[in-house]
């Protein structure tokens, strides 16, 4: 099992910055991608950004520009730093790590909250 732990979000008004850190233990081995999703009340758990050990990365239309996602592939670390935050950034934001084998696991998700 892989454990994922989430850390930096909280509130802050429209147009500041966070920086969500996500920590994954256990067994990592075979680990090729990590990322974040975000998730609304009501509605399904949508991407923001990947990236691959290899360092390819995959962005959500509605962040390019204004996220950047960083991985520490030695320390088993991902990082995504939110810029120009806007009131629709508003969700619980899921790390994410995804095995070759197709298995996915989640992180317990921490709240970002965008003040307009």
């Known amino acids: 099992q892989v454990q994922l732990v989430e850390s930096g979000g909280g509130l802050v008004q429209a147009g500041g910055s966070l920086r969500l850190s996500c920590a994954a233990s256990?067994?990592?081995?075979?680990?090729?991608?990590m990322g974040w999703y975000r998730q609304v009340p009501g509605k399904q758990r949508d991407l923001v950004a990947t990236r691959t050990n290899g360092g390819s990365t995959n962005y959500a239309d509605s962040v390019k520009g204004r996220v950047t996602i960083s991985r520490d592939n030695a320390k088993n670390t991902v990082d995504l730093q939110l810029n120009s935050l806007k009131p629709e950034d508003t969700a619980v934001y899921y790390c994410?790590?995804?095995?070759?084998?197709?298995?996915?696991?989640w992180g317990q998700g921490t709240q970002v909250t965008v003040s307009s």
């Open positions: 994410y790590a995804r095995r070759w084998t197709g298995s996915d696991y």
């Open positions: 256990g067994s990592i081995s075979g680990i090729n991608n």
